[in-house]
């Protein structure tokens, strides 16, 4: 666990300015207590004990602002900047080395339970502050998501998505093609 904090510690220091050392990383950010906390608490979703994961997750939304539902699946390097608001859902699937800041919702829209119900985030996808991704879409590798966005449909790698309903702004055509080789 303790190499664990250290790697995201590092990842906040290279991410965010304002972070003056890895001691301050550790003690004062709340996206790194919250993925703490759920690591802890998914280990103890998979095995089956579902009350008690969730009695962590819960603690873990008092503690920090951030409602991490322990079924949601976490890569590397996720980076929660500011953090307060943040709603990530059971079926959610997020990829390493993505920036989601304060007020981001990773949401389902209804569904049955046991199936796909939230989006999955490919790697390196960075969400702005506000943005509701709703539903079992796929925001592509390297896309990003302007605040206040709401998406509904599926996002093409390395493509910039902004409005209500989210529309595609910028496209690099050149990044998707390297990433489809």
Not at 127 to 135: E, V
Not at 170 to 177: A, F, G, I, Q, V
Request: aromatic content about 8%.
């Amino acid at each position: 666990m303790l190499k664990y904090i250290l790697e995201e510690a590092k990842n906040i220091k290279e991410k965010d300015p304002a972070a003056k050392s890895l001691v301050e990383a550790i003690f004062c950010y709340p996206g790194l207590k919250a993925l703490v906390y759920h690591r802890i608490a998914h280990r103890f979703y998979k095995k089956g004990r579902f009350l008690l994961a969730r009695i962590i997750s819960q603690r873990a939304r008092r503690i920090t602002g951030i409602e991490i539902h322990p079924g949601a699946k976490i890569g590397k390097r996720l980076f929660i900047d500011h953090g307060m608001g943040v709603v990530i859902g059971e079926t959610a699937e997020i990829g390493d080395n993505v920036t989601i800041y304060h007020g981001v919702t990773l949401g389902g829209i209804g569904g049955e339970p046991g199936k796909k119900r939230h989006p999955t985030v490919e790697d390196n996808v960075m969400i702005g502050a506000g943005a509701k991704i709703l539903g079992p879409i796929t925001i592509g590798r390297g896309a990003k998501i302007g605040a206040n966005a709401v998406i509904l449909e599926d996002v093409p790698p390395y493509s910039t998505v902004v409005g209500v309903p989210g529309r595609i702004v910028k496209y690099n055509k050149r990044d998707y093609l390297m990433y489809v080789i």
